[in-house]
């Protein structure tokens, strides 16, 4: 629903100021606005929130999230009489810094392609290295758990035997931050050679006239907090790797044909393994 230029004016006056917007009345809010309180409340209700008390709410959290994130410090991991509090807002922060600004710049696009050719694929070979190793066995195990046939490669060695015996509609999945490490490289430089189909999982912060991802069949990018600069333990990464891999997840599910009646199954198999 469009708003009119009143609501439009009420709207840029509290996200100039959220916090005086989160602490106060209607009745101050209208004097401070120069509206009225039907004016406010038409906004609030145009915003898809239910009451005025909800949106105060929403907006101090959005306030709260974003003071962490200004505040956090590049060299926290390393500050010994840093407290347990700002080790929590730390975490906190590039936590929530990854998954927001990855949806706010996620390519809708990209993802549902990424998702039909997986589905279309006959198997699947994921590899991952470092902090990304985590999330390709999260992506393996996901898939699998859904009757996909992938495979998780934890060495160069065992990624380039098993390529080796791929058959057509077979595709590797790279799950790389930088897309620099000497492993990433050696084999994105071989499947880039011998023309072999791979999908990448990679960060934002590559750029997109790179090589590797332009020679991938799609790519999904994610975002990272730019004040982590140190490589260990990359939480933004791993947070915004996990977000990626739990939409494909659930848009593999909304794909898949009766898969609600085969969770239901297998819910009630295992009741009865339990009983057993």
């Known amino acids: ?25 209607i009745s101050e809010l209208s004097k401070l606005y120069y509206a009225s309180d039907a004016s406010i409340l038409r906004l609030v209700k145009k915003l898809d929130y239910k009451s005025l008390k909800e949106m105060q709410i929403e ?74 190793k985590n999330s390709a066995s ?16 934890d060495s160069v060695h065992g990624f380039l035997m098993q390529t080796g015996f791929l058959k057509n509609k077979n ?3 790279i799950i790389s931050n930088t897309l620099k490490t000497k492993e990433i490289k050696f084999i994105l430089n071989f499947l880039k050679n011998n023309n072999i189909p791979y999908l990448l999982i990679t960060s934002n912060k590559n750029n997109s006239e790179n090589e590797f991802i332009k020679f991938a069949r799609c790519t999904i990018e994610y975002s990272i907090n730019s004040k982590e600069k140190y ?37 009630e198999m295992t009741l009865k393994w339990n009983k057993s």
Do not use: H, W
């Open 59 to 132: 907006f101090g959290s959005k306030l709260k999230i974003s003071n962490m994130i200004n505040n956090f410090k590049e060299d926290s991991l390393f500050e010994t009489n840093t407290n347990i509090d700002e080790t929590i807002s730390s975490i906190t922060a590039l936590s929530l810094y990854s998954i927001f600004r990855t949806e706010e710049n996620l390519d809708k696009k990209a993802v549902e392609k990424f998702v039909n050719i997986i589905l279309e694929s006959s198997s699947i070979s994921i590899f991952g290295i470092g902090n990304s």
């Open 171 to 173: 595709i590797s999945i």
């Open 231 to 267: 490589s260990f333990p990359m939480i933004s990464s791993f947070y915004s790797q996990i977000f990626i891999i739990n939409i494909i997840f659930n848009r593999l599910i909304q794909k898949t044909k009766d898969f609600k009646s085969k969770i239901e199954m297998g819910n």
């Open 1 to 25: 629903m469009e708003l009119t230029s009143t609501e439009k004016l009420i709207l840029l006056k509290i996200e100039n100021d959220i916090e005086t917007f989160t602490n106060k009345s």
């Open 138 to 153: 999260f992506l393996n195990n996901q898939l699998q758990r859904i009757g996909i046939l992938s495979s998780l490669q």
